[in-house]
């Protein structure tokens, strides 16, 4: 499945190019005019390094949660049918499927990165940080894509799901500590946030990544692995309704 | 003799309401080629996804090699291919490609996989383009390439859902050609659903029609033919014949044509008969028997014939009459 979406990506390159220039106008537009803004606290790191963990995470986490809609593309086809009748356990299929997300969105943060870098955000130079924070990128992708197997499922149809695949997406962003620290935030919205698993990639990547701070990353690759854990479950399971 | 398929009082039902499958039961023999015909809706899609096992049945039983679809179901997988009637394949890479990640999903093993997808390009005569994208092949490529993927494992049996739908007569004939040399080659049972008549006639050795869920007739195409028990006879009768039997007044004309009827009718083997300007048009169950007796009675009539026409019924006869389109007995339409 990874090799199917590599082969795929290979094919036609300007998905990646065109999904990157919404992050990128993120950090370039929103980053550098709220960077004026002195009220947001960012423990000193300049607010554009401060949300490009989030800017990278919010952009591929648009291509998994939206992954969904392929199945639901392969649904109309024959593939999925195929897929089902296929020797390989259904297990196996999904999370074969939500991995390969993975793999599509670390190559869309591969592409983002060097742009982050011109616009002068200043990473560790680390390279087991930068892999680590990589491997969080793809695994939080991967639990994402996961997710949306699962809305797939039960949606079926093109128009419900981009419906739900939309109102998933924002307060996902949102209720995260992607673009500011949860600190900030309402109550009701603090406790969306600690159960957003989003929290804890962003967490750790910002610590990976920009700020050095990795007190957390325990608890940060645990949260995202059980989440990655129990979205794959559920998707296996409810996967063979996708058909019916 | 070996069962591909055997079901017994197979029954699904849909939301609690619609039964897709009423009671069907139905055996195919291994190694062989099964039609599957019926008119739409009439649950043809829904047995062949029972059997590929994506579906469980509400009650019944359904084996295929002798394996339960239901308890079984992890090892039908593995020895049976399926085409489904939608698109299968990725359109944005190579037919090769398509076939290395279905090798990968089916499980052959990496040491013989160049050699499967080789073997199943070939098999489907798609191994010059093999590095083309399939979004640049016609639908009769598209498809040869759908039955090549699931040709990748040597399955024992191979379902396909309307095979040719879509395609031109050149192509379609490329899909079947393509199949049977597979099929010789390597003992595939086919089973195939279909709306063409004559793909049933030409290329199967068993049909089976389906209507409301219930299979209402099966046998050899031959069979299902014969059974209908009506061939229509076309008799050219020369005209001097008629015209001397009337010259006297019309009425005495219609006389003697309706007395000619009559005594046709009355033969055996004999359902209608009927007269169209020089054309003596009789229905009859066997012609065999039928044809020396009518000669007979025209002889005996004193009239000569010039030509003798049989129109056996054809599939899409056999079709109209038992997927309930037409009443079962009398009136089948036939072509010469």
């Known amino acids: ?244 | 003799m070996e069962l591909a398929i055997e079901t017994s009082h197979l029954t699904k039902v849909y939301d609690g309401k619609i039964n897709a499958l009423d009671g069907v039961d139905l055996t195919v023999k291994a190694a062989g080629i099964f039609a599957l015909l019926g008119p739409n809706g009439s649950g043809k899609t829904t047995l062949m996804r029972i059997l590929t096992t994506q579906f469980r049945p509400t009650t019944g039983t359904a084996r295929v090699f002798g394996l339960d679809v239901v308890k079984h179901d992890a090892s039908i997988r593995k020895i049976i291919g399926y085409v489904p009637q939608e698109m299968s394949v990725w359109l944005d890479i190579t037919s090769f490609e398509n076939l290395l990640i279905y090798s990968k999903i089916y499980g052959v093993p990496s040491g013989i996989r160049k050699k499967s997808i080789s073997d199943a390009l070939q098999s489907m005569g798609l191994d010059e383009v093999a590095n083309v994208p399939v979004k640049k092949y016609s639908g009769g490529m598209i498809r040869r390439l759908e039955i090549a993927c699931s040709l990748l494992i040597k399955p024992r049996l191979i379902f396909l859902d309307e095979p040719t739908l879509g395609l031109d007569p050149s192509a379609r004939k490329a899909v079947w050609e393509n199949l049977m040399s597979f099929k010789d080659e390597y003992g595939t049972t086919v089973f195939f659903n279909t709306h063409y008549m004559d793909e049933a006639d030409m290329y199967s050795d068993e049909v089976a029609i389906i209507s409301k869920g219930r299979i209402v007739k099966s046998g050899t195409a031959c069979e299902l033919k014969r059974s209908l028990h009506s061939e229509i006879l076309t008799f050219s009768i020369d005209h001097g014949d008629i015209g001397s039997a009337l010259r006297g007044p019309a009425s005495a004309g219609l006389r003697w044509e309706s007395s000619l009827l009559e005594r046709i009718k009355a033969l055996d083997f004999i359902d209608d008969a009927s007269m169209h300007d020089s054309n003596l048009h009789v229905v009859v169950e066997d012609s065999e028997f039928a044809l020396p007796a009518i000669i007979e009675v025209l002889r005996s009539e004193g009239i000569t014939i010039q030509k003798i026409k049989g129109a056996r019924p054809t599939m899409d006869d056999v079709f109209l009459r038992y997927a309930g389109m037409l009443p079962v007995k009398g009136g089948g339409k036939s072509r010469t």
């Open chain 1, 1 to 244: 499945m990874i090799e199917l979406e590599m082969r795929r990506l290979k094919h036609d390159r300007t998905e990646i190019y065109t999904r990157a220039i919404q992050p990128i106008l993120w950090l370039a537009v929103y980053g550098s005019v709220m960077s004026h803004v002195r009220d947001i606290p960012t423990n000193g790191i300049p607010y554009i390094d401060y949300i490009t963990p989030g800017v990278l995470l919010q952009s591929t986490i648009f291509v998994s949660v939206f992954y969904g809609l392929t199945l639901v593309w392969e649904r109309e086809t024959g593939i999925l049918k195929r897929l089902l009748v296929a020797p390989a356990s259904r297990y196996a299929t999904v999370i074969g499927r939500a991995l390969a997300s993975g793999v599509r969105a670390v190559v869309q943060a591969l592409i983002i990165f060097p742009v982050a870098m011109l616009l002068g955000v200043k990473f560790i130079s680390d390279p087991v940080y930068i892999i680590a924070a990589f491997l969080m990128l793809f695994m939080i992708s991967g639990g994402f894509a996961g997710l949306s197997i699962f809305v797939a499922s039960l949606m079926k149809t093109r128009e419900r799901f981009m419906g739900i695949g939309q109102a998933m997406i924002m307060p996902l962003f949102f209720a995260s500590n992607a673009l500011y620290p949860i600190k900030l935030m309402p109550p009701l919205l603090q406790s969306i946030a600690i159960v957003n698993p989003l929290t804890y990639a962003v967490d750790a990547v910002r610590g990976l990544m920009i700020s050095g701070d990795v007190t957390n990353i325990t608890l940060d690759f645990s949260a995202v692995i059980i989440f990655d854990l129990i979205i794959f479950a559920v998707a296996s399971i409810s996967f063979k309704k996708i058909i019916e």
